[in-house]
């Protein structure tokens, strides 16, 4: 067990809608990252926060969102799905936000997009 | 365009014997690389890492190389074991990408009994 809870595990909806993937860092990091694993590929970078500012943008689609509130728990806000937006979605944890904090993913959020 | 590749998709090993799995990268800025492993319903978790200011890093049964020249490096499990059947992922960062890291498409290893 990483310490780092997502939830839903599932998410099954229809295309256009919105949807709100949520996740919960290990007790005292300060560091949540999103990542995006389609199709049995590599995961994908999205996001980075440290203690709620953001602090890096990989490829995230306008159409994605995400914060991180006070209490240090993060959220990523997909809207106008897209069937390709089906994946896998992982949030991943660390204590600080710098290289050499080694990341303590979650289980994932398996979102399907009909 | 994919920075980090991992060829063989899967790799299949005998128990007791070595596996490498192996990792390419194209981008010269990466000096810091990881392994992860997945197993099925769970998140990745960390494994072992290296600097680029080193060749070779070892844990217990796990073993980095890195050929910088070559941008390439490898893992080596030894001995496998049944419960090293996972995905293992190469990951990468660059100095100026904080702790984003760029990862492989992964590779399947099986290791029977």
């Known amino acids: 067990d990483s310490g780092v809870t997502q939830t839903p595990k599932h998410l099954i909806t229809a295309t256009g809608q919105r949807v709100t993937l949520r996740c919960s860092p290990r007790?005292?990091?300060?560091?949540v990252y999103w990542y995006q694993q389609s199709l049995d590929q590599g995961l994908q970078f999205l996001i980075h926060y440290y203690n709620g500012e953001e602090r890096a943008k990989g490829n995230i689609l306008e159409r994605f969102s995400a914060q991180q509130f006070p209490d240090l728990h993060s959220e990523l806000n997909l809207s106008s799905l897209e069937l390709g937006d089906s994946a896998l979605y992982f949030c991943?944890?660390?204590?600080?936000?710098?290289?050499?904090?080694?990341?303590?993913f979650g289980n994932g959020t398996r979102l399907t997009v009909t | 365009d994919q920075q980090v590749k991992q060829n063989s998709p899967s790799l299949s090993v005998q128990e007791g014997r070595i596996s490498i799995l192996n990792c390419d990268y194209t981008?010269?800025?990466?000096?810091?690389f990881l392994w992860y492993k997945k197993y099925p319903a769970e998140g990745p978790t960390f494994l072992i890492s290296?600097?680029?200011?080193?060749d070779k890093n070892e844990d217990g049964r796990f073993t980095v190389f890195l050929n910088k020249s070559a941008k390439h490096l490898s893992l080596h499990i030894v001995p496998s074991q049944p419960g090293d059947s996972a995905v293992y992922f190469c990951?990468?960062?660059?100095?100026?990408?904080?702790?984003?890291?760029?990862f492989g498409g992964g590779t399947r290893l099986m290791v029977k009994p």
């Open positions: 990951a990468a960062s660059d100095n100026n990408a904080g702790n984003m890291l760029t």
């Open positions: 007790s005292g990091d300060l560091s």
């Open positions: 290296i600097s680029s200011i080193k």
């Open positions: 981008n010269s800025m990466f000096d810091y």
């Open positions: 991943a944890s660390s204590v600080g936000g710098r290289r050499g904090s080694p990341l303590h």
